[in-house]
């Protein structure tokens, strides 16, 4: 349902604020449906905070994540809760996640995290969880049962007996194309604590699972991928709704698996290619993605964003807020079983943009 | 005497002569070996290498940002549309000049000249990652 401006000015109050930052005037539906009440929550990620130097950081990146919690925070009615989807340091240091702590600290709400391997691989998640939290969790709310994910491990040889010292674990893993990095996954360990967490979920509870890589294999070079992601699939197949959002790919994606909808959240840092374009390689991209519309480098915000989401139905439905471009919808539809955009999913839709080569 | 002096002079221009002809013929266009093309690609794959290390580094700006950051495998660099009009730019460039625009902005550094080993390696690296894309100049 839209708002016109002058409605969203009254009921925010906001004039100025909404002039500077404009937002999608976007009224929430709080009908309420079934058993599961109407509420969203919002969605940042991918903030690639970079230390140049002391209190030097890459500015681009820095006003990427100070536009979307500037923008987020105008957002009415408030979301129940924000989500941050991982990589909120460009190279795990300390110097990065206190100033991209500080900036999130602007957000007004309850904010979550997701931990991405940009956080993690200098020092393995330990200042993490000291500033921040547990790697992996879940919670409950209004009907809905979340699980955070720490999908970002991979093999032990490769991250304990491979690298002369832990800041080149991290460039390794921190350069995207390495032919030397390691796959994703989430682990054993990890898998068993998942099984156990939603043996206490009814069937019919839907579940959102938060994870920073895809729990699915589009392509593996980049790893948009998490090797052991059927076996995590396998443990959401008993839930009649089941959804999985996860960063890192910092583009629009999504795709139905079974009874999974898989949908992925837009970077606030920087966009990235579809790996279609990449023209040595093949790759597994849903076919039912429309595809983001190309970036213009010359307008550095442009094809990076946020998001929020709404679970009416128990299912989500992603609003992207894209700066200098056509904010996008893709929400689950029951009719089909599957996620759609709501304005380009026919092929007659579609706009030159959105072709990449 | 002076008969002997002539041969003699006959004789080294002749071999001279003879040497310049032997010359000419091992600089023929069509006389290189398999040898010669393994070198060839080494020489040209050793640049390529060179711009993979660049492209990867944080030496070409002053923010410590990389181009594959962007550009993965240089992937959306589409060098085969190049030259092409750049409408930001409003008139059209070489992929050169894209490249330093790249360098100059996101990266936040000073421009390479166009004849820099270091431009060269980067659109070597650049276009061998699109090896087999069929060109498109112009395209968008």
Redesign the interface.
């Known amino acids: 349902m839209s708002m016109n401006r002058r409605a969203f000015l009254k009921t925010t109050g906001a004039g100025l604020m909404a002039a500077a930052f404009p937002v999608s005037l976007v009224k929430l539906a709080f009908g309420g449906e079934g058993s599961i009440p109407d509420f969203t929550f919002g969605y940042i990620s991918d903030a690639h905070i970079q230390q140049i130097k002391g209190t030097q950081f890459v500015r681009n990146w820095d006003m990427g994540l100070i536009r979307a919690v500037r923008e987020a925070n105008l957002l009415t009615p408030r979301p129940d809760f924000f989500m941050f989807g991982g990589d909120l340091a460009q190279l795990g240091k300390k110097e990065e996640l206190d100033h991209g702590l500080e900036i999130m600290s602007n957000l007004r709400g309850k904010v979550r995290y997701v931990i991405g391997e940009h956080d993690y691989y200098l020092d393995l998640g330990k200042y993490w969880q000291e500033k921040i939290g547990p790697l992996y969790y879940s919670f409950d709310h209004k009907g809905v049962h979340f699980v955070v994910l720490n999908s970002i491990l991979t093999y032990d040889k490769w991250t304990y007996e491979t690298w002369p010292s832990p800041m080149d674990r991290m460039l390794a893993m921190a350069r995207l194309d390495n032919p030397k990095g390691s796959p994703f996954m989430v682990g054993d360990q990890q898998i068993a604590w998942l099984k156990k967490d939603l043996a206490k979920i009814k069937q019919n509870t839907p579940v959102v699972v938060f994870s920073h890589s895809p729990i699915q294999k589009i392509f593996k070079p980049w790893n948009f991928w998490t090797q052991d992601a059927e076996k995590v699939q396998a443990l959401l197949k008993p839930f009649e709704k089941a959804t999985v959002i996860y960063g890192h790919v910092h583009q629009i994606q999504y795709n139905q698996i079974g009874n999974i909808t898989f949908q992925a959240v837009m970077a606030t840092a920087w966009p990235w290619p579809y790996p279609e374009s990449y023209s040595q390689l093949a790759n597994c991209l849903p076919k039912i993605t429309v595809p983001m519309n190309r970036a213009d480098p010359f307008f550095e915000r442009d094809a990076t964003g946020w998001q929020f989401v709404d679970m009416k139905s128990g299912k989500t439905a992603i609003h992207y807020q894209l700066p200098d471009n056509q904010n996008r919808t893709v929400a689950y539809d029951a009719a089909t079983g599957k996620p759609q955009d709501m304005k380009y999913q026919d092929y007659s839709r579609r706009i030159p943009p959105q072709t990449h080569f | 005497m002076r008969n002997s002096r002539f041969f003699k002079s006959a004789c080294l221009a002749a071999l001279i002569g003879l040497g310049f002809l032997a010359i000419s013929f091992s600089i023929q266009a069509d006389d290189f070996t398999e040898g010669d093309l393994k070198r060839w690609n080494q020489e040209f794959m050793s640049v390529v290498a060179t711009g993979e290390k660049l492209f990867?580094s944080s030496e070409l700006g002053?923010?410590?940002?990389s181009c594959?950051?962007?550009?993965?495998?240089a992937?959306?660099t589409?060098p085969e549309?190049y030259p092409k009009f750049q409408q930001?730019l409003g008139r059209v460039i070489t992929l050169s000049e894209m490249i330093n625009?790249?360098i100059q902005?996101?990266l936040e550094g000073e421009p390479l000249p166009l004849d820099d080993a270091k431009m060269t390696a980067l659109l070597s690296y650049i276009t061998w990652?699109?090896?087999?894309?069929p060109l498109a100049p112009g395209?968008?």
């Open positions: 990867h002053t923010n410590k940002v594959d950051q962007c550009h993965p495998n992937a959306n589409h549309t930001q625009w790249c902005n996101p990652e699109r090896r087999g894309v395209k968008h």
